[in-house]
């Protein structure tokens, strides 16, 4: 038997198992859609045929099914319904033999054999099914083969040409099958693939298959046997097993080693992966990495995920590494490790605690074995409650640096930061009624310690005129206390100084808006194309002065005004900085909605009559018109494009500008982004940035794609990171191979490069990957 014809058999991308079990239906239309029973017998014998008959199908029915679905061994139970089909059926008295012939179609319970010939033996028990034998069940499985027998109950028998689907990708073919206590299928000189084949190009090899002598298939324990078995890729054996199991198609999870990753950096040396998979349940598993390198140590890594019954779930991923190398290097020590995680339980339908968890032993370990490029880790344990529009939280925050520039002691503790919201279900005079508490501590080993506490009232009352025009007025106050205690020096029991400031805060906001749409009619516009224009008006007045002297600010450092806040009446990112003042605000919105998404535009100033004494000079909130900001949306299913600018028309430069846009083809995608951010905005410690990335990945042929990231610094004119590689990815089977270069020095750690080698073998009906 040629077992690569009867896999493609099965169906793949060019032929698939429904279109040939259409093919073996009878036509509607047919004379004889309904035969009836006709033997040389009266109706007493014609009515015991029928019985007998049914009876049969029955059971081979249920059988078939069982062998396709993995079950347990069947039990007989008569069906509700039988609808027979077939072109003959005879009784034979004399010799105790049914015979269906002839485009044979029996169907039960959404169970399906059909075959050339069907015939039930009452002497022997045996139930013969020949020529073109196929058997579906309700969840679409199909088996084949040219005969089947089936003896001893209907749980033992013998198939000739066997085939089957196993799930929807698992694909199994044999010269000869063996059915055995109702649990076993014997496959004998097998084959074995869950990649898809194409029936019009009979010379193809699949991506991957495996070849044995012997393939068990334990529908009990869900579990494939292959004895004497070859591994072939594209046709050419590359590894010889005499035994070895795997979980079948039906399994989701399964116990066992994933491929493993393969690769050299200048950091590491060359490197191997090798995971191995626990699962403990439907909702938990964990993943076991051993990280082997030749110059920088021994690795063990792990993965920890559960999701609960209840609700939420954890997600934990340590780290350790022993290297002996490391003690001649500089900030490296022998013994490393880190840890990265988030978790969450509900404690009642509204009431929830968790954390989350960034930490390393020290601040090149991440970097160095390429488990995070982050250089500013935040750790968190939190609760919080939510009661209709109302929520309440606390949460304490630990940061670690693992920047040279940064002094862990001056970094703050969060202990703790606690705030409500109180939003009324019911209109308070017509409008929106908010209010909000909050207190918030941080304690520092040297330098400021804070102690803040506020509480605001905040009204909101929007109004639409018969004309569609849309007013809104909005009055708030606010008021906050501090207590600030500064370190004259870092020694234990120096001096400091300790002051009180508390001040009072206000504003009160009128706003106008007036929404124009239109549909849009031009060769140059897809139909049905809609136009809405919007301008808008605001006037702010607030209370000024609300940046004392010695009032620190430590959660609005990186801000500046742009079409994200222009329209906030109080545009700060926190609490710390007040930006009253009065002012008024122009800008215009326009969005073009169409069939495949939409275009969205803004463009507006912001002028001030008064000065706010205490802001920053580099926040221009002083100068009596600010600088031009606007934004620049497009949303569509394969493309995406965010741009925002603060342009200066004093000096006719864009001060800030940002670019993101995403684009797809197909399988093909290209990511590009670019980020001028003055000095306000970005982080002190870093100044000004300007920089450019790409990330592309392009399908070149086929299943052929390459891939490449690079990063350049703008501002200083240097490369940071760049990298590609070619990827291979079909319906069975992914592989990767790229090469990354990092051309900055972290700390003590040089600029490397790195070439990583990866494949896995996707396998069972998820497509996953292994």
Known sequence: ?????????????????????????????????????????????????????????????????????????????????????????????????????????????????????????????????????????????????????????????ALQGFSALLGQKGRLAGNSAERREGRFTIANGAVYTPCELCAEDGNASPTWEIRAARVVHDELEKKVYFEDASVEFLGIPVLWLPIFSQADPTVRYQ??????????????????????????????????????????????????????????????????????????????????SGLFGQGWIPLADDWRVGFDAQLSSNQTYLHRYDISNTDRLTNDVYSDVVDGRSRGEIISYYFQSLRATDFQSEIPLVLPSLSYTYIPEDRIFGGRLKVDASTLYLDRGSGTDTLRGSSDVDWLFPYTTSNGQVLTAEAFTRADAYYVQDALAETPGAPSNAETITRGLAYAMLEWRWPFARDVNSRFIPDETALVVEPIAQFVTATTGGNPKGLPDEDSIAYSLSATNLLEPNPSPGLDLWTGGTRATFALRSTALMPGGQITGMLGEQYRFTTQPGLPPALQLNNNASNVVGRITADFANFELTHQFSWDPRTATIEQNE?????????????????????????????????????????????????????????????????????????????????????????????????????GLKTGSNGAVH
């Open 659 to 759: 670019l993101y846009v995403t684009a797809r083809f197909g399988l093909s995608n290209i990511q590009l982004s670019y980020v001028k951010l003055p000095p306000s905005v970005a982080d002190p410690s870093l100044g000004q940035q300007e920089q450019i990335n790409l990330n592309a990945t392009v399908i070149l042929y086929r299943n052929w794609g390459v891939f490449g990231i690079a990063q350049r610094d703008l501002a200083n004119g240097r490369m940071l990171e760049a990298g590609f590689g070619l990827t291979y990815d079909n319906d069975c089977f992914v592989a990767a191979l790229g090469f990354n270069r990092r051309y900055t020095t972290i700390l003590n750690l040089p600029p490397s490069s790195s070439i990583v080698f990866h494949i």
């Open 1 to 157: 038997m040629n077992l690569r014809g009867a896999l493609r058999k099965l169906g793949g991308a060019c032929t698939r198992s429904e279109k040939f079990l259409e093919t073996h239906r009878p036509h509607p239309t047919r004379a004889n859609r309904f035969q009836r029973f006709v033997t040389a017998r009266g109706a007493r014998k014609r009515r015991s045929a029928k019985s007998r008959f049914s009876f049969l199908v029955s059971r081979f029915t249920v059988f078939g099914v069982a062998i396709l679905t993995g079950g347990a061994a069947p039990v007989f139970a008569p069906p509700k319904e039988l609808f027979l089909q077939a072109d003959q059926v005879t009784y034979d008295a004399t010799k105790g033999i049914v015979t269906a012939q002839g485009h044979v179609e029996i169907s039960s319970n959404d169970r399906t054999l059909i075959a050339d010939q069907v015939s039930y033996d009452e002497n022997t028990d045996v139930v013969t099914a020949s020529g073109n034998v196929s058997i579906q069940d309700a969840a679409g499985d199909v088996a084949y083969a040219n005969s089947v027998e089936l003896t001893r109950d209907y749980r033992e028998g």
């Open 255 to 336: 116990n066992g080693f994933l491929l493993p990753d393969v690769g050299d950096t200048g950091l590491l040396g060359p490197f191997i992966k090798l995971p191995y998979y626990f699962n403990f349940s439907d909702s938990a598993d964990v993943t076991v990495e051993p990280f082997l390198t030749v110059t920088a140590g021994q690795s063990l890594q792990g993965e920890y995920r559960e999701r609960f019954a209840s609700g939420g779930g954890l997600w934990v991923q340590p780290y350790l590494t022993y290297d002996d190398h490391a003690r001649d290097q500089p900030g490296q020590a022998t013994w490393m």
